[in-house]
């Protein structure tokens, strides 16, 4: 079966029961048949912590970044949570800490993205125009459907930087988007020299300079495709995308994916930029992965609301109310700095840059009984 076509059918369930709803027995179909590892797995684990170090270190130097510690939990009250989407959908795990007999209690919410803490971190650390950090992140998202590139375990290099209100535009994005793949082509060089035999003729290396569309674009390429396939197609043609400007609804009424309304800034109009009826200062880096024969997202990030856009886009989405939160009181107040970030998916690059076909090889979490046989029978190893 087509990745195309496998795209739709899952496409077609998630747009009627919601997100987080899957179905195994497609799933069956993604992963790869006669697959075997280049890699044993004391040899990944080795890779995994070599190429760990090598993107932290070359991220801090390309975007003049500080490595910095990062919460697992934060208090419910102070609205740093993401919310991943602006429809409710994803929920974090919450949980009562009782402290002192509940006479000082805090009610706490494990970390689905640092997206927000980061923001308030810049403040904090001090960092100056054209400065930021990085984190080693991890998180909890137990609402997705843990697949081959999904798990209830997130672990991302979630980054920010401090920039200009003059830097708020489409060049400075992508100068940015273009440092970070910099890294990542490098990576894929740097643990190649490290095992040959992940240079494999039938796994093309990284092509050494990405291709930006806008999201419009690619609805206008493939005004017929389902947002899925749409990037299935346009990968295939183009395997290292950027595309820009996710989460304002386009001319078929539906944005090209949800994002959450209190910070990537997905409402600008760029139309003076482009020269088109363009949106949106932020987007997803995604390629074409060869193993598994299928999309792969490897980042979102962009440019951060202002006071202004946050509050344009929490009214679209019918959020509000959120305007009271701590966090959103300092954007209104102008309390914290411009800024712009986002999240690299480690196990995700280690997949892809490793060979793999599963994130289960390169990462220790959580699966249900049914995908461990399932990658058992297709010699997919994961890790327990």
């Known amino acids: 079966m087509s990745a195309l076509v496998l795209d739709a059918k899952l496409d077609k369930k998630a747009d009627l029961a919601g997100p987080g709803i899957g179905d195994y027995k497609e799933l069956a179909n993604i992963l790869p048949k006669n697959y075997r590892s280049l890699l044993t ?16 270190d070359n991220l801090c130097k390309e975007l003049n970044l500080i490595m910095v510690e990062v919460p697992l939990i934060v208090d419910v009250d102070s609205g740093l949570n993401d919310m991943l989407d ?22 706490a919410q494990v970390v689905q993205a640092a997206t927000k803490w980061k923001r308030i971190a810049l403040k904090q650390f001090e960092c100056k125009v054209g400065e930021g950090i990085c984190t080693d992140m991890r998180a909890v998202r137990k609402d997705y459907f843990l697949d081959h590139d999904h798990s209830a375990y997130v672990d991302q290099w979630d980054w920010e930087r401090v920039m200009t209100a003059e830097q708020r535009n489409l060049e400075f994005l992508k100068a940015i988007v273009n440092s970070i793949w910099k890294v990542l082509v490098g990576a894929e060089k740097f643990v190649q020299s490290l095992f040959p035999q992940l240079n494999d003729y039938r796994y093309p290396n990284l ?30 043609e183009h395997p290292a995308i950027f595309i820009i400007g996710i989460g304002w609804p386009l001319k078929d009424g539906y944005p090209h994916e949800m994002r959450a309304a209190d910070y990537d800034d997905w409402i600008t109009d760029t139309h003076d930029q482009t020269g088109q009826d363009t949106h949106g200062l932020n987007g997803d880096i995604l390629v074409w992965n060869h ?11 962009g440019i951060r609301v202002t006071a202004e856009t946050l509050k344009k886009q929490l009214k679209m989405a019918g959020q509000l109310d959120l305007l009271q939160l701590p966090y959103h009181q300092a954007i209104l107040s102008d309390k914290l700095p411009l ?30 009984k049914i995908l461990k046989e399932m990658c058992a029978k297709k010699n997919i190893e994961l890790l327990e």
Do not use: C
């Open 41 to 56: 797995v004391r040899e990944t684990e080795q890779a995994i912590f070599h190429v760990k170090r090598y993107i932290e």
């Open 86 to 107: 602006r429809d409710g959908s994803r929920t974090p795990i919450q949980f009562h800490i009782s402290n002192d007999h509940d006479l000082h209690p805090i009610d």
């Open 207 to 236: 092509p050494p300079e990405l291709e930006f569309f806008h999201a419009e674009n690619i609805l206008e390429m493939y005004p017929d495709l389902p947002r899925k396939q749409r990037e299935t197609a346009v990968l295939q």
């Open 291 to 301: 193993v598994t024969q299928r999309r792969h997202e490897l980042t979102s990030m």
């Open 339 to 368: 800024s712009i970030g986002g999240g690299i998916g480690q196990s995700r690059t280690l997949m892809l840059l490793l060979r793999k076909a599963h994130l289960g090889e390169v990462s220790v979490t959580v699966w249900p």
